[in-house]
C-alpha cells in the first residue's frame, strides 16, 4: 500500500510538469534562433568594420593644367629655319658638341647653330661679313671732337663697313644670333643683360589628393618635374600635408622656367618650325602615409603645346595616367 501510494503520487507531480515543459520548448527554439539571428548579425558587422578600417590607397588627380609664360623670340628672327639634325646622335642632338658638323642647313650660306640656321647678310662680293652679334668700332674719322660718335648734331659722320652692319655712333653691330638672343643679349649697343634667358616656359596645376580611409593621413612634399626629350628644364615641390578622413586637398603647383640652355632652347625651337607645336613631359611622385600602409603615387602627363606665337602658347593636348606602389 505504501509503494503503491508513491508511485501514484510520482505520476500526478509528473502529470502536473508536462505543461510546463510543453511551454519552454518554444522559448528555448525561440531564444536558440535569436542567438544564432545575433551572432550572424555580429559577424557582419565584424567583417564591414574590418573592411571599413582596412587601409585604402590614397589617390591624386593633376587638373587645370595651363601655361603661365611663353616667351620664345627666336622665332621672331627673319631668316630663321630648322637644319636637319637627323644624322646628329642622341648624345650630341643639335651638333654643339663632339658631333659639331652633324647639322645641315636648307642652304648653304646661312649661319648654323645647331638645331637651327639663320640667313646671314653678305657683302657684294657675295662673302659672310661677320658672325652674327659681332661688334666692332666704327670709322669715326669724319666727326668732330665735340661729337666723336655722331650722336647729336653731326648724326651719319661715322661709318660701318657696309650696310649689313646696324650704326650705333662709336661702334657696328651685326644682327644677333639666335644663340644670343635666346641666351638674352639685349639688343641695345651690345649690352649684356645677364644670366636669365629671354626663353621663358612657366605652367601652373592643381593637384586634388584624396584620402579615402577613416583616419588621416600624411604625405611627404611632392615632387614635379617637367622634361624636353627625356631632359630636365623645370621643377617644383609642394609642402608636406596632412589629409583628415575621407577628406581631400587640392595643392596649387608651378613650375617657372626662365633660364634653358641654348641647346635645349634651339631644339624646342626646331621643332616648333617643323611641326608647330612642342611636346613636353610634365612628372610627379608623392608618398602618402595612410595608417600602416605607405604609398608612392606617381603621375605623368604627356603634354601638347600648340598654337605657338612668339609670346603665346596653350595645351592642345593633356594626356595624364597614374600609378600607385604600396
Same mark, same amino acid.
Given at each position: 500500500?505504501?509503494?503503491?501510494?508513491?508511485?501514484? @503520487?510520482?505520476? +500526478?507531480?509528473?502529470?502536473?510538469?508536462?505543461?510546463?515543459?510543453?511551454? @519552454?520548448?518554444?522559448?528555448?527554439?525561440?531564444?536558440?534562433?535569436?542567438?544564432?539571428?545575433?551572432?550572424?548579425?555580429?559577424?557582419?558587422?565584424?567583417?564591414?568594420?574590418?573592411?571599413?578600417? !582596412?587601409?585604402?590607397?590614397?589617390?591624386?588627380?593633376?587638373?587645370?593644367? @595651363?601655361?603661365?609664360?611663353?616667351?620664345?623670340?627666336?622665332?621672331? $628672327?627673319?631668316?630663321?629655319?630648322?637644319?636637319?639634325?637627323?644624322?646628329?646622335?642622341?648624345?650630341?642632338?643639335?651638333?654643339?658638341?663632339?658631333?659639331?658638323?652633324?647639322?645641315?642647313? =636648307?642652304?648653304? +650660306?646661312?649661319?648654323?647653330? %645647331?638645331?637651327? #640656321?639663320?640667313?646671314? *647678310?653678305?657683302?657684294?662680293?657675295?662673302?659672310?661679313?661677320?658672325?652674327? %652679334?659681332?661688334?666692332?668700332?666704327?670709322?669715326?674719322?669724319? #666727326? =668732330?671732337?665735340?661729337? *666723336?660718335?655722331?650722336?647729336?648734331?653731326?648724326?651719319? #659722320?661715322? !661709318?660701318?663697313?657696309? +650696310?649689313?652692319?646696324?650704326?650705333? %655712333?662709336?661702334?657696328?653691330?651685326?644682327?644677333?644670333?639666335?644663340?644670343?638672343? $635666346?641666351?638674352?643679349?639685349?639688343?641695345?649697343?651690345? &649690352?649684356?643683360?645677364?644670366? @636669365?634667358?629671354?626663353?621663358?616656359?612657366?605652367?601652373?596645376?592643381?593637384?586634388? $589628393?584624396?584620402? =579615402?580611409?577613416?583616419?588621416?593621413?600624411?604625405?611627404? =612634399?611632392?615632387?614635379?618635374?617637367?622634361?624636353?626629350?627625356?631632359?630636365?628644364?623645370?621643377?617644383?615641390?609642394?609642402?608636406?600635408?596632412?589629409?583628415?578622413?575621407?577628406?581631400?586637398?587640392?595643392?596649387? &603647383?608651378?613650375?617657372?622656367? +626662365?633660364?634653358?640652355?641654348?641647346?635645349?632652347?634651339?631644339?624646342?625651337?626646331?621643332?616648333?618650325?617643323?611641326?608647330?607645336?612642342?611636346?613636353?613631359?610634365?612628372?610627379?611622385? $608623392?608618398?602618402?602615409?595612410?595608417?600602416?600602409? &605607405?604609398?608612392? #603615387?606617381?603621375?605623368?602627363?604627356?603634354?601638347?603645346? %600648340?598654337?605657338?606665337?612668339?609670346?603665346?602658347?596653350?595645351?592642345?593636348?593633356?594626356?595624364?595616367?597614374?600609378?600607385?606602389?604600396?
Amino acid at each position: 500500500g505504501i509503494w503503491a501510494s508513491r508511485v501514484s @503520487r510520482l505520476m +500526478d507531480e509528473s502529470s502536473e510538469e508536462e505543461p510546463s515543459s510543453a511551454v @519552454r520548448k518554444p522559448c528555448l527554439r525561440w531564444a536558440i534562433l535569436i542567438g544564432v539571428l545575433a551572432g550572424l548579425i555580429a559577424a557582419v558587422g565584424i567583417a564591414v568594420a574590418a573592411y571599413l578600417l !582596412k587601409p585604402q590607397n590614397p589617390s591624386w588627380k593633376v587638373t587645370e593644367l @595651363r601655361i603661365t609664360s611663353f616667351t620664345f623670340p627666336a622665332l621672331n $628672327i627673319n631668316g630663321i629655319a630648322a637644319a636637319d639634325t637627323s644624322a646628329c646622335p642622341l648624345q650630341d642632338i643639335c651638333g654643339l658638341g663632339p658631333a659639331k658638323g652633324c647639322s645641315v642647313c =636648307p642652304m648653304a +650660306d646661312m649661319w648654323n647653330e %645647331g638645331c637651327l #640656321c639663320q640667313v646671314v *647678310k653678305a657683302d657684294p662680293s657675295g662673302e659672310k661679313t661677320a658672325a652674327p %652679334g659681332e661688334i666692332i668700332a666704327a670709322n669715326n674719322e669724319a #666727326c =668732330p671732337n665735340w661729337d *666723336k660718335c655722331g650722336l647729336v648734331a653731326a648724326r651719319g #659722320c661715322s !661709318k660701318c663697313p657696309d +650696310d649689313s652692319w646696324y650704326n650705333d %655712333g662709336c661702334t657696328c653691330r651685326q644682327p644677333l644670333s639666335l644663340a644670343q638672343i $635666346i641666351n638674352g643679349v639685349e639688343d641695345l649697343v651690345g &649690352v649684356v643683360s645677364g644670366s @636669365r634667358s629671354a626663353t621663358t616656359l612657366s605652367l601652373s596645376a592643381k593637384v586634388l $589628393i584624396s584620402n =579615402p580611409n577613416a583616419v588621416g593621413a600624411q604625405t611627404d =612634399p611632392a615632387w614635379f618635374k617637367m622634361t624636353y626629350r627625356d631632359g630636365i628644364f623645370g621643377t617644383a615641390k609642394t609642402e608636406a600635408l596632412y589629409i583628415e578622413g575621407h577628406g581631400s586637398v587640392t595643392v596649387p &603647383v608651378s613650375i617657372k622656367v +626662365d633660364y634653358l640652355p641654348f641647346g635645349v632652347a634651339s631644339h624646342m625651337a626646331q621643332e616648333i618650325l617643323q611641326t608647330h607645336h612642342l611636346e613636353v613631359v610634365l612628372t610627379g611622385h $608623392i608618398t602618402a602615409h595612410a595608417s600602416s600602409v &605607405v604609398v608612392d #603615387c606617381y603621375a605623368r602627363c604627356d603634354l601638347v603645346i %600648340g598654337s605657338v606665337q612668339v609670346t603665346d602658347a596653350e595645351f592642345t593636348r593633356q594626356d595624364c595616367s597614374y600609378t600607385y606602389s604600396v
